[in-house]
């Protein structure tokens, strides 16, 4: 009598399957394993690259910093400290000698043609930091065509900007007959040299802000 | 979509429940009965005994039941185990495993039909086997055979032991082979050496504890009962001969059987005493179970004795068709 019994538990279908799909995936596992080492390689070598430059960086700032605390030091020396207060202090009239209201007459006499003459001059400080000093300036002439020079030489002029005509006045205001006097405003920036702006070009003048 | 996460996790094998395979010729088999360990080096192409050899077991060491604590000497157990797989030399292979016919139970049942789908076939006859069980069916493994189907009747063997039983004899063998891919009771595996006869035949199947009688005819096993014995066959020797007596009624009477031969497997051989009482009893002939072809013919002798007096249920697994 042929018997089929067995009470031995029957290989299950994750038995069955272990070993036939043992060798694929073990292969596949390792296809993985190479190539996450691979791609764990290259970031290493990466960030050991990364690093390099960084340790770069804060070497180079390590010595910025150690020539920064070097300076300073030598700053903070009683003899250079003495040299610095000097030195402000010679800045300081530096800067006072920028605006002599002698060569400013000088300068605008300069400008005046022989057949006209300077009738008062006034100079207003900045208000604020970065604005010019205002010059306002009266002058008389013989006829309107000095006057003309002149406001023209003015305008020309570089270290001179918006020239602006306040007052003019013919015979009948003016105080000698055959006179013509007028009054105007510029700004005024010492400091520059009047000869380099001077090309003797006939230029247009943006900045004048009246017809005459 | 739901996914049917129970067909998946019963397919994976992730379930609770065990589900036992087919049967599996193995290449080395051991068979532990009270008092012995027999072990056999097998080749089942060639239907052939390589190599046999038995082994003492300790008095006590094994205690066959079918809802209690089988080994209780699991050091002795192994340690002869060990004794006699190393005598007849265990080269690897598939483990068969024979166990006492008192741990298992066996039950002939009929159903009207029997469902195709082999999960709820299994359900349908360990349903039907719960009133032939001390234990709740839940516990059992269950391995059945269907032995003749005909329109309206199917006829089915089936094998139960309780889960916990066998899960002492899957340790007692853990590390060998890879552990059992085989496990039958011994008289099962003694069921292909029956002729293939009309007429009824009779296996009386005395071994230390236990007395198995099966009926088989015309290739359909008819009966099956095993009689635990308290002590050996010489001291019940009136109640080995009353049972196998009322056996042979019970065949004749009630099933319609008329017995051609009584075929008899004593292991340890009896001394003449209790097989003259037998066949004095029966009133019969008493013929002992031999391989029909010669599976031993290439052991030495002292291991053909041990063969003839121990090996019949090896016999039987390399003569089952598998």
């Keep these: 009598m042929k018997i089929t019994l067995n009470l031995s538990p029957a290989a299950s279908l994750r038995d ?122 009266g002058i008389s ?15 020309d002029a570089p270290d001179f900007k918006e020239v602006s ?23 005024y920036l010492p400091g520059i040299d009047p000869e380099a702006g001077n090309t003797g070009a006939e230029e247009p003048t943006p900045n004048r802000q009246s017809d005459r | ?72 000497d699991s050091k002795a157990l192994r340690r002869t185990i060990a004794e006699v797989s190393e005598r007849v030399g265990n080269v690897g292979g598939k483990l068969g495993l024979l166990i006492p016919d008192v741990a298992a139970r066996v039950a002939l049942l009929q159903f009207e039909a029997l469902p195709d789908n082999p999960g709820q076939a299994e359900t349908l006859v360990l349903w039907k086997m719960r009133e032939y069980l001390p234990y709740a069916p839940e516990e059992a493994r269950l391995s059945f055979q269907v032995l ?30 890879g552990g059992p891919a085989l496990v039958l009771p011994a008289s099962v595996a ?18 230390p504890g236990a007395l198995t009688a099966v009926v088989v005819a015309s290739n359909r ?6 009689r635990p014995l308290e002590g050996d066959a010489l001291g019940n020797l009136e109640e080995v001969a009353r049972e196998a007596t009322r056996v042979l009624a019970t065949c004749q009477d009630n099933l319609g059987v008329q017995v051609q031969n009584v075929w008899y497997c004593a292991r340890p051989p009896q001394p003449a005493d209790v097989d003259g009482a037998l066949a004095n009893a029966l009133g019969r002939e008493l013929r ?22 121990f090996g019949m249920p090896f016999a039987g697994l390399v003569a089952n068709p598998s």
């Design chain 2, 221 to 226: 096993m008819r009966y099956w009962r095993t």
């Design chain 2, 1 to 72: 979509m739901l996914m049917n996460w129970t067909r998946w996790k019963k397919r994976l094998g992730l379930e609770g429940h065990i589900h036992t395979g087919r049967f599996v010729a193995p290449t080395f088999a051991l068979d532990l009965e009270p008092g012995f360990v027999a072990a056999a080096r097998l080749n089942p192409s060639k239907r052939q005994v390589r190599s046999v050899g038995v082994q003492e077991l300790p008095a006590g060491a094994l205690v066959p039941s079918a809802n209690k604590a089988n080994v209780t």
């Design chain 1, 16 to 137: 069955r399957l272990a070993l036939a799909w043992a060798v694929p995936a073990t292969l596949l596992g390792l296809a993985a394993l190479i190539m996450l080492g691979r791609t764990a390689l290259q970031e290493y070598r990466e960030y050991r690259g990364i690093q390099r430059q960084l340790s770069e960086i804060q070497v180079r700032a390590d010595d910025l910093r150690n020539q920064e605390t070097a300076i300073r030091r030598q700053l903070e020396n009683p003899a250079h400290r003495e040299l610095f207060r000097q030195v402000r202090f010679v800045n300081k009239l530096i800067d006072q000698r920028e605006l002599s209201l002698t060569e400013l007459s000088a300068r605008v006499a300069g400008l005046l043609p022989d057949n006209a003459f300077l009738t008062g001059l006034a100079l207003s400080s900045p208000k604020k930091p970065g604005e010019d000093y205002l010059v306002r300036m």
């Design chain 2, 288 to 309: 002992p179970l031999l391989a029909n072809f010669v599976p031993a013919a290439g052991l030495p002798s002292e291991q053909r004795e041990v063969f003839e007096h």
């Design chain 1, 165 to 187: 005509i306040i007052n003019q006045g013919f015979q009948e205001t003016s105080t000698q007959a055959d006179q013509v006097s007028v009054v105007c405003t510029a700004r």
């Design chain 2, 190 to 207: 003694l069921l292909p050496l029956l002729p293939e006869e009309e007429g009824g035949q009779l296996l009386l199947h005395l071994c």
């Design chain 1, 141 to 155: 002439a013989k006829n309107e065509d000095a006057i003309e020079t002149f406001l023209n030489d003015l305008e």
């Design chain 2, 148 to 177: 003749a189907k005909q329109p309206g009747s199917v006829e089915v063997l089936g094998v139960a032991v309780r889960g916990s039983v066998l899960a002492e004899y899957e340790a007692v063998m853990e590390g060998i082979n």
